[in-house]
């Protein structure tokens, strides 16, 4: 359990220093992908989006957000093997 809290309070402190450098938009997008993570072909993130926001990117092979429609729920995060991923949540809903 103590791992689990530990990895919340990273995961916190890395949504608060991840910029918009990964996006091509001018709009800020609630989930990030960490390209340098990133694993090439990989679909666990998007298999596990319930509202199947996330997509392959065809350029680069990596995950990107392909969708705003984003719940918040987190599965991608948690699943991602390689902690690529980082759901930066509204103020408002934390």
Not at 73 to 87: F, H, N, Q, R
Request: net charge negative.
């Amino acid at each position: 359990m103590s791992e689990l809290k530990n990895r919340e309070a990273f995961k916190a402190e890395q949504a608060t220093r991840v910029g918009n450098a990964q996006t091509t938009r001018r709009f800020d997008v609630p989930i990030v992908v960490d390209l340098d993570k990133c694993i090439t072909k990989c679909r666990i993130c998007i298999d596990s989006c319930p509202v199947d926001c996330l997509a392959v990117n065809p350029e680069t092979g990596k995950a990107h957000m392909a969708f705003d429609e984003c719940w918040y729920c987190l599965a991608c995060e948690i699943d991602c093997p390689k902690d690529a991923i980082t759901v930066k949540i509204p103020f408002l809903l934390r």
